[in-house]
């Protein structure tokens, strides 16, 4: 099946645990996202990587470190976990055709992150 | 700072009507608008983009307008089926941004037999 899948579906950690979250995609685009959806459903990006490379950075902690190994894959890494990072965690791709052409997102299933 | 606007309350309908769905942005030029269907526990899943030279783009049951005198765009369901019942979130992107999207919170639609 094509599709962004992205691993694990539920995390339930810790405070202060350092966590990672894995997605692939087998689409051929060459851009990727991660976005979180806070408890309110607002979807809000938080990295984007085209071709390996990272285009976009929002304001986020540095306790969340992304990875891209190649363009099919881009991870997601948390240090030292707080409460308030529990959210869902969804990872996306799209193509680009350059710098944003509107093209839609596919979006893998979330990872509800939970931190006690 | 920009912001997109949808109806936070549900919109309840009958089976077999049309559900419009409102999305208002303030300090923002988008070049498109993309809306999103999601489902609860599963990621949104693209249904329609629409660009800003473009009053209007359909697609099977599905209508959506762009207006950006009014900075508005209505998604519009026809003939609606109870398996339309989901959250819809509208989207918006410019050139230069490297196909980011920036979401609204979305719309819950509920479709009664």
């Known amino acids: 099946d094509t599709a962004v899948s992205q691993t694990p579906k539920y995390l339930v950690t810790q405070m202060g645990n350092d966590k990672s979250i894995k997605c692939e995609q087998n689409l051929g685009h060459d851009t990727m996202y991660w976005y979180k959806q806070d408890s309110k459903k607002f979807l809000k990006i938080m990295f984007s990587y085209n071709n390996k490379e990272l285009i976009i950075n929002e304001t986020v902690p540095n306790r969340f470190s992304p990875k891209s190994p190649d363009k099919a894959h881009l991870n997601l890494h948390i240090n030292s976990l707080e409460l308030g990072d529990s959210a869902v965690y969804f990872c996306?791709?799209?193509?680009?055709?350059?710098?944003?052409?509107?093209?839609?997102?596919?979006f893998g299933s979330g990872t509800r992150l939970t931190v006690v | 700072s920009q912001k997109i606007e949808q109806n936070s309350e549900a919109l309840n309908i009958q089976e077999g009507k049309t559900a419009t769905l409102t999305c208002n942005y303030t300090n923002y030029s988008p070049a498109y608008l993309q809306w999103y269907r999601q489902d609860p526990g599963r990621g949104p899943v693209f249904l329609l983009l629409?660009?800003?030279?473009?009053k209007e783009k359909r697609k099977e049951r599905l209508k959506v307008t762009f207006d950006t005198t009014l900075k508005q765009s209505l998604f519009h369901i026809t003939a609606s089926q109870p398996a339309d019942s989901a959250t819809y979130l509208c989207a918006l992107g410019r050139t230069g941004g490297y196909n980011k999207l920036i979401f609204g919170a979305g719309t819950r639609l509920a479709v009664h037999p």
């Open positions: 629409i660009r800003e030279n473009e």
């Open positions: 996306a791709s799209s193509s680009s055709m350059g710098q944003g052409a509107g093209y839609g997102y596919t």
